[in-house]
């Protein structure tokens, strides 16, 4: 089992920045990937960015160059940075780790709110 707690959401005006924080704790250390998930209302969950072990990232078209993904492998960290946000943005954010033998876990999201 993988528990993810996700913090930092909130409101921020259109243009400014917002910083997301996913602690894993459990059986964290069968975890391959890392990333985010975001739903806004009536939508699919769609993704953002992932990110492996190793550093590898992946982001959705619409974010790149104003997202970034790291993550801190010692502490069991994911982090999401995001610049430049967009109305568009507004949704609720999902920490998600993947593991070999288990599957996926997700956090319980954090709502993220960007006003224009």
């Known amino acids: 089992q993988v528990q993810l707690v996700e913090s930092g959401g909130g409101l921020v005006q259109a243009g400014g920045s917002l910083s997301l924080s996913c602690a894993a704790s459990?059986?964290?250390?069968?975890?391959?990937?890392m990333g985010w998930h975001r739903q806004a209302p009536g939508k699919q969950r769609e993704l953002v960015a992932t990110?492996?072990?190793?550093?590898?990232?992946l982001y959705r078209d619409s974010v790149k160059g104003r997202f970034t993904i790291s993550r801190d492998n010692a502490k069991n960290m994911v982090y999401l940075q995001m610049n430049s946000t967009k109305p568009e943005d507004t949704a609720v954010y999902y920490c998600?780790?993947?593991?070999?033998?288990?599957?996926?876990?997700w956090g319980q999201g954090t709502q993220v709110t960007v006003s224009s």
């Open positions: 998600n780790a993947d593991t070999i033998s288990s599957g996926r876990y």
């Open positions: 459990g059986s964290s250390l069968r975890i391959v990937s």
């Open positions: 990110i492996t072990g190793g550093g590898t990232t």
